[in-house]
């Protein structure tokens, strides 16, 4: 039973710099959408996703060591929310529902010349043939609703929901940064350039997945969601804008903009050595911004999830 804890772990490690928001943060997303589910929506959830290939392969083995933390709809919604970074892996048994695209969105933001120079954002894009977050959100929530998807499809979809809806969230799956320098084809979501916080330069991307923390125990995970829900109840996020992932990309988008690049204040480079320290706030503000996104998430995901699942 160690032994079999000790490769889930890394296997998990493994694929935690893949992921928006690294497990962690997919996972409360997940947690917080299930506290929120309705009944029936939480009874068909598990009836879904016991006809995923991973279930029988690892997730009901798995939850024997987790029936004292959570109930076994919360773990399978949990684990669900990472599922679609690990079949990254060109070795793992689902690497054929693998779809790398549809992660983000490359919108465009455009720093004014000097350093003073604010951002500007551009949202026309030549369509990606492979797909994006918005095209994968859609299909996924086309395919659940179609009565011809098999329970596997079915049960892989909502994988992909789960987990995209996680993805949209994070301000850097929808907006890159662009030059006519160094960064003439963008900088792949914060991906090619640093900071650096603490002792030592880290890229833009990572910094932000990082946010939401590390730990991914899923008893701990599922307390913290709680907590944030309650620090963080619906009531102060206003109209949660229910199936529109077109606007919650531009919300997304905005942020990446005026919060992450402070409006073209953060000083960037693609030099690590280089990587400059941030204003003396910004690690702060941004955690309490990167979790209150997790938290937007999980209601918007709920929403979508009873909308979904009780057709």
Known sequence: MIKKLIIFSILVIACADLSAWHARGHMLVAAIAWDHLDEASRKNVVEILQ??????????????????????????????????????RRNHPDFRYNRASWHYITYEMRKAAGDSGTISTNTNLEVNKKGDVLTAIERARWMMARPSTSKEEKAVYLCWLIHLIGDIHQPLHCASLFNDTDLQKGDKGGNMIYIKPNSVGIKLHTFWDGLPGS???????????????????????????????????????????????????????????????????????????????????GYRLALDVDNLVNL
Not at 57 to 85: C, I
Not at 252 to 280: F, R, W, Y
Request: glycine share 4%; hydrophobic share 35%; aromatic share 8%.
């Open 215 to 297: 730990s991914k125990n899923i008893r701990t995970t599922a307390n913290t969601a709680k907590v944030l829900s309650r620090k963080n109840p619906k009531s102060g996020f206003g109209l949660l804008v229910v199936n529109d992932s077109r606007k919650w990309s531009y919300e997304s988008l905005n942020l990446a903009a005026k919060i992450v690049h402070l409006d073209g204040q953060l000083i960037v480079t693609t030099d690590k050595e280089c990587a400059v320290k941030p204003p003396e706030s910004y690690s702060k503000n941004s955690k309490r911004i990167a979790l209150r996104l997790v938290v937007l998430a």
């Open 51 to 88: 006809s995923h290939p991973e279930f029988a392969r690892n997730w009901q083995e798995q939850y024997a060591d987790h029936e004292d933390d959570v109930t076994l709809g919360k773990f399978l919604m949990m684990q669900a929310s990472v599922w679609p970074d690990q079949i990254k």
